[in-house]
């Protein structure tokens, strides 16, 4: 039973994932944690930034991560074909039905709206990660104070001295092993 719920909740996850990654982190934390309580928050801001270092889009990561955590190696199957089954059919389904009324004046207004609520989306899933990554376990009485400073000087390799990202990350991980 679990298995099929998983699989449920991803396809569910990939159906509303709109707008990107970024995006279906509050929809992902819905599910996982505040509904099924699959894992905690620590684990969950740990799986963000191993899916943000690792290749292919964050929501399908989370999918392969959650699903091993929870259900082995079948888990991360179901939760991976879940996330993606979705966002394929939808994806061919738009494409159609776009390709068809390309030159629709109120489709051109539909999209502007799924673009504004989908920077909500964004807003919302960036608020999530800073709140993760500064406030230990998200709770606002533990600031890091590291954390930030380990922020500003990676801002500053990356925006000032223009640093390959792949080494900041390595730096950040590195220097995160000695300040948690």
């Known amino acids: 039973m679990h298995l099929i719920e998983l699989f449920w909740s991803f396809l569910q996850v990939g159906a509303f994932a709109i707008g990107g990654g970024y995006a279906t982190i509050p929809l992902i934390k819905d599910f996982i944690i505040d509904k099924h309580h699959w894992i905690n928050i620590g684990e969950f801001s740990n799986m963000i930034t191993i899916s943000q270092m690792t290749p292919g889009p964050l929501a399908i990561n989370l999918a392969t991560f959650v699903g091993k955590k929870t259900g082995g190696f079948t888990g991360s199957v179901l939760a991976t074909i879940g996330c993606v089954l979705t966002g394929v059919?939808?994806?061919?389904?738009?494409?159609?039905?776009f390709n068809k009324f390309k030159d629709s004046e109120s489709i051109s207004y539909m999209l502007k709206g799924l673009r504004s609520s989908t920077t909500g989306l964004i807003a919302s899933a960036c608020s999530m990660v800073v709140v993760l990554a500064f406030f230990r376990n998200g709770d606002f009485s533990q600031f890091s104070y590291p954390a930030l400073i380990l922020f500003v000087i990676c801002l500053i390799l990356l925006r000032k001295f223009k640093l390959n990202m792949i080494l900041i990350i390595c730096f950040a991980g590195i220097v995160g092993l000695f300040i948690a």
Do not use: D, G, T
């Open 89 to 97: 059919l939808i994806s061919v389904a738009i494409y159609k039905f």
